[in-house]
C-alpha cells in the first residue's frame, strides 16, 4: 500500500517567508509526528498527533512553527518568517499507534532558507 | 524483520548510582542506533545518537555503545539523579522491506528515588 508521502521534497525560500510543508500519512495511522534532522544530527522531535487528543507541541523549538491536522489525516508545518537555522530535512512519520510503535518515515522535505 | 528488545522493562535505583540500559535488536543492517526519553504524556527527546559505522557516543554523563554484528546497545547513565527519572527508548533506523523505518524496543520505565 501507499506510504507516508510529503511535499515538497524540496523548498528554497527566502530569510522572513513563511513556508508549508505538507505530510500525508498511512491511513489508518493514528499517531503522526514531524522531526526535522540538520546534517549529521539525530532526530529532533517537533509534535505529534495522537488520535483526537491536544498535540504535543513540546518540541516545537520556537512560536514560529506551528501544525494541524485536519480529519486525523492530512498534516501541515508552516513555519512563519523563516530563518537560516530553520534549514534542514523535515520529516513526517506515522504509526498506527503511538510510541513504541513502528514509525514509518516519508521521504522528507529539504528546507533550505537563504 | 527487525526487532528491538529492551532489558529491563522497568527500574528503580537510589540516587548516585550507575546504571546501564540495553537494547538489542535483530538486524544489523541499520543506518543509525538513537535513544530517546520520553516524559509521561510528551513526545520523544533525543539524548545520543550513533551512526552505524560508530562504537559510542557521550553527552555529559551519559554514554552509548553500538556493537552492530552482535546486534547489542547500551546506554550508560553516570551518578543518576530524580530528573533522569523517564522511558528511555532505543530505537534503530534503516530500510526494512522497502521502507524507511524507525523501530522501537518498548522501553525500559526508569525510576531514581532521592
Known amino acids: 500500500g501507499a506510504g507516508v508521502s510529503q511535499s515538497p521534497s524540496n523548498k528554497v525560500t527566502e530569510k522572513g517567508k513563511d513556508v508549508e510543508l505538507r505530510c500525508d500519512p498511512i491511513?489508518?495511522?493514528?499517531?503522526l509526528y514531524w522531526y526535522r534532522q540538520s546534517l549529521g544530527q539525530g532526530l529532533e522531535f517537533l509534535i505529534y498527533?495522537?488520535?483526537?487528543?491536544?498535540?504535543?507541541k513540546s518540541g516545537l523549538p520556537s512560536d514560529r512553527f506551528s501544525a494541524e491536522r485536519t480529519g486525523g489525516s492530512v498534516s501541515t508545518l508552516t513555519i512563519q518568517r523563516t530563518q537560516q537555522e530553520d534549514s534542514a530535512v523535515y520529516l513526517c512519520a506515522s504509526s498506527f499507534q503511538a510510541v513504541p510503535d513502528t514509525q514509518y518515515f516519508g521521504p522528507g522535505t529539504r528546507l533550505t532558507v537563504l | 524483520k527487525q526487532e528491538v528488545t529492551q532489558i529491563p522493562a522497568a527500574l528503580s535505583v537510589p540516587e548516585g548510582e550507575n546504571l546501564v540500559l540495553n537494547c538489542s535488536f535483530t538486524d544489523s543492517a541499520i543506518y543509525n542506533l538513537q535513544w530517546f526519553r520520553q516524559d509521561p504524556g510528551k513526545g520523544l527527546t533525543s539524548l545520543l545518537l550513533i551512526q552505524s559505522s560508530q562504537r559510542e557516543q557521550t553527552s555529559g554523563r551519559l554514554n552509548a555503545s553500538l556493537d552492530k554484528s552482535s546486534g547489542r546497545s547500551t546506554l550508560y547513565i553516570a551518578a543518576s539523579q530524580p530528573g533522569d527519572s523517564a522511558t528511555y527508548l532505543c530505537a534503530v533506523r534503516g530500510i526494512i522491506q522497502g521502507a524507511q523505518k524507525l523501530v522501537f524496543g518498548q522501553g525500559t520505565r526508569l525510576t531514581i528515588n532521592p
Open positions: 498527533f495522537q488520535g483526537n487528543s491536544a498535540p504535543d
Open positions: 491511513s489508518g495511522h493514528t499517531a
